[in-house]
């Protein structure tokens, strides 16, 4: 198995690390020395990839048999896809993924999201995102596309928020959003390894959506620390992106991997998700 891992950022390095934990040979993109020498430390060979294709990464691209793709689009299009097309025809066999966002449904009023709906994005970042997931899938191998909720785990929960006092609890009654554990759409990724279906999309998420408060208020539990005020939506002086944010209310429905990749949830909702987050933080904490 040798594997490619377009952007290691906060999933795809945890992506390379496992596989490469288990013996994998697995290289990954980044953009600095100092990301270099850390992907060095977790047993991931670097590549530096500024937009523009090296000899290196070419030749890593020609060998791989799994190859994820995970960086954002950008008003160009997808650097990777863009910077591999004129030089890389993928084996057929290959295993490719692209990471994408739940984003790309828009809004949905509160309702479910499938994977075979019509994508409806309303912003320009998940608009970009759709176009993406298009041309990752009209590759000679087309890439199995995952798209993601909000993303947290060790390190990026709302227990960091909580503690660095950036924490809001935004009243918008009815609001609910979906999330996953980085654990659990790793978990997802190396469930496809053995169960490829090229082109296939799945929505890896939670089984509990539910507004963004509730969350704050169980890692303020976990913390010891009083929750912020409740602040009325109308009042919350929200950026522009913030608004976007809030003007989408969707529940992501997780049946299809669940079913045809045999995924199980290790953190089946924020509860257990915080728990392990906090653990996390208590072991990197100073004794």
């Not at 290289?27 to 530096?48: D, V, W």
């Not at 009042?235 to 995924?263: D, I, P, Q």
């Amino acid at each position: 198995m040798r594997v490619l891992v377009l952007g290691c950022g906060y999933v795809g390095k945890a992506f390379a690390q496992t596989l490469a934990e288990q013996g994998a040979f697995v290289q990954g993109t980044c953009r600095s020395a100092a990301s270099a020498e850390e992907l060095r430390q977790a047993g991931i060979t670097p590549i530096l990839f500024d937009g523009t294709i090296s000899a290196e990464l070419a030749e890593a691209a020609q060998q791989a048999t799994h190859v994820l793709a995970s960086i954002p689009p950008g008003q160009e299009g997808d650097p990777a896809l863009l910077a591999l097309s004129p030089v890389w025809t993928p084996k057929v066999g290959t295993w490719i993924a692209y990471l994408s966002t739940t984003g790309v449904y828009g809004d949905r009023a509160g309702g479910w999201a499938f994977e075979d709906d019509v994508p409806t994005p309303l912003s320009i970042e998940a608009k970009r995102r759709a176009e993406a997931e298009a041309g990752w899938r009209g590759i000679t191998s087309p890439a199995h596309v995952f798209r993601l909720p909000g993303i947290y785990g060790p390190g990026r929960s709302a227990l960091e928020q909580v503690l660095s006092g950036t924490a809001r609890r935004i009243d918008k009654p009815g609001q609910v959003f979906s999330r996953a554990h980085r654990t659990d759409i790793v978990a997802a990724l190396t469930a496809s390894l053995a169960n490829p279906n090229p082109g296939r999309i799945y929505n890896i998420c939670d089984d509990h959506p539910c507004a963004s408060g509730e969350v704050i208020l169980e890692a303020c539990k976990l913390l010891g620390r009083e929750p912020p005020p409740l602040i009325p939506f109308e009042a919350a002086g929200l950026s522009e992106m913030g608004k976007r944010f809030y003007s989408e209310c969707k529940r992501v429905s997780n049946v299809r991997a669940k079913e045809e990749l045999g995924w199980k949830l290790a953190f089946p909702t924020f509860v257990e998700g915080l728990a392990d987050c906090y653990e996390d933080l208590q072991t990197r904490q100073p004794s």
